[in-house]
């Protein structure tokens, strides 16, 4: 789901942004850069290819990991794995992960919702579309880092951009890995109020997500004592009582949601299980659900929705005449925070300048991705995509079109570029007067 919120106005870069842009994408080596991309797509697009092979579900990304730690060291970056298992890079062999500098983070996460079961169900179709899970969500994001990574170790003249940034490919974005691998990095780090987070995420150039959609996942498991479907009719049942549950939470999130909202809602369930044959009372049903609003008030209200459909099928299957009887827990599977980058952010507006000197009409809009951990801390942070198309996210029809990608790489170039020469106070590209 993504929205405009309601605190951003539509790019206003006024034209001295846009020359700023301008004249730092003629620099040569930026704009030999840029036709870099172009004159690589092959290979990218074999990077690209190899690294969905490698199967990386959500809890079991080490091998992708490792995989993309060892590609970044042969490109003569300083990589290693941190304790959560995120892949850390650091320009330079002997590059220090220890520094007292806000760096400028680029980011894509490794893991996937699906994984494939064999190499083969990875491939490239007769139209050049690339085919399989992950292959979008997030393989796009992933080979836009290794892509920056070798275009930056083949230009030398870029070296200052190179040596500012740290590429992160982290675990832990996908369902109930719960933003796992970026809350330990910004956990552990301690990152000054000047570090600024690029998320890639997805293939889409024309979104600039800005704000951190909050969510919260839910497991409710009934429990009862199981029995024959004959023998022992009359015996409470969980999924009896857990579609109660579900169709009862639902009618009253239904109603609530033709009220007075002023953000969006939305609620899911997206798992559930229970029981072992047809002719068997299930001992045990589970449900996940998944809940997401724009306003932070709206989760008490469907948590106590939720607390009360579970009640009330609780009193409806237990109420026989049988001495046995099921119990319940809801068990909370994580929360996603909310946070929001201010409407002047230097960063929005550079990457709106840099939009307007490619032409590329972008929006900005409310997502969940990695953004939202440094959003809720109050650190500059925005995700984008990396250019080409995609579809069928999370599911086995995945699929994703490289055409166009160079376009969505020039992109973050640009943007990186502009904020590393901000960073360096660089008085031929800095943007911050202007912007």
Same mark, same amino acid.
């Given at each position: 789901m993504a929205t405009q919120p309601k605190t951003f106005s539509a790019n206003t870069v006024d034209a001295s942004g846009r020359r700023r842009i301008a004249e730092l994408a003629e620099q040569t080596a930026l704009s030999d850069a840029q036709r870099w991309f172009t004159r690589e797509r092959a290979w990218i697009n074999e990077q690209h290819l190899a690294l969905c092979r490698i199967p990386a579900p959500t809890f079991f990304e080490q091998q992708r990991a490792e995989w993309f730690r060892s590609q970044l060291e042969t490109l003569g970056?300083?990589?290693?794995?941190? &304790?959560?298992?995120?892949?850390?890079a650091k320009?330079?062999?002997?590059?220090?992960?220890?520094? &007292?500098?806000?760096?400028?983070?680029?980011?894509? !996460?490794l893991d996937t919702v699906l994984a494939p079961r064999r190499p083969g169900e990875i491939y490239y179709g007769p139209d050049g579309r690339l085919f399989g899970p992950g292959v979008s969500d997030n393989g796009t994001g992933?080979?836009? /880092?290794?892509?920056?990574?070798?275009?930056? *170790?083949?230009?030398?003249e870029l070296y200052e951009l190179a040596a500012s940034l740290l590429l992160i490919a982290n675990v832990g974005e996908e369902g109930e890995g719960n933003l796992s691998g970026m809350r330990y990095l910004c956990r552990q780090s301690s990152f000054p109020n000047s570090t600024t987070f690029i998320v890639l995420d997805g293939p889409s150039i024309e979104h600039i997500t800005v704000q951190a959609l909050a969510s919260r996942r839910f497991e409710i498991t009934l429990i009862g004592p199981g029995g024959h479907s004959w023998n022992d009719y009359g015996t409470p049942n969980p999924v009896h009582a857990l579609t109660q549950a579900v169709s009862e939470f639902l009618q009253s999130a239904d109603s609530r949601m033709n009220g007075d909202l002023k953000g969006r809602c939305s609620y899911n369930f997206g798992v559930i299980e229970g029981g072992s044959s047809v002719n068997s009372i299930p001992a045990e049903a589970r449900a *996940?659900?998944? =809940?997401?609003?724009e306003e932070a008030n709206m989760f008490d209200e469907f948590s106590s929705l939720l607390n009360s459909a579970v009640e009330h099928a609780l009193e409806r299957e237990n109420k026989g005449p049988r001495t046995a009887r099921l119990s319940a827990k809801i068990r909370s599977?994580?929360?996603?925070?909310?946070?929001?980058?201010?409407?002047?952010? !230097?960063?929005?507006? +550079?990457?709106?300048?840099?939009?307007?000197?490619? *032409?590329? !009409?972008?929006?900005?809009?409310?997502? #969940? +991705?990695?953004?939202?951990?440094?959003? #809720? =801390?109050?650190l500059p942070a925005i995700s984008i995509g990396t250019g080409g198309q995609g579809g069928g996210a999370h599911t086995t029809e995945e699929w994703y079109q490289p055409e166009g990608?160079?376009?969505?790489?020039?992109?973050?170039?640009?943007?990186?570029?502009? =904020?590393?020469?901000? *960073?360096?106070?660089?008085? &031929?590209?800095?943007?911050?007067?202007? /912007?």
């Open positions: 970056w300083s990589a290693r794995i941190d &304790r959560a298992g995120n892949v850390l320009f330079g062999a002997r590059s220090s992960f220890e520094t &007292r500098e806000a760096p400028l983070i680029i980011s894509a !996460h992933l080979a836009a /880092l290794f892509a920056i990574a070798r275009m930056l *170790k083949e230009s030398p *996940k659900l998944d =809940l997401r609003s599977l994580g929360a996603r925070p909310g946070g929001t980058l201010p409407g002047g952010s !230097h960063v929005l507006k +550079t990457v709106q300048a840099v939009d307007e000197h490619l *032409k590329i !009409h972008s929006r900005i809009d409310c997502a #969940s +991705t990695d953004a939202n951990i440094p959003l #809720s =801390l109050g990608r160079d376009l969505g790489l020039q992109r973050i170039l640009l943007i990186l570029a502009a =904020l590393a020469a901000d *960073k360096r106070g660089d008085p &031929r590209s800095t943007l911050s007067a202007e /912007l």
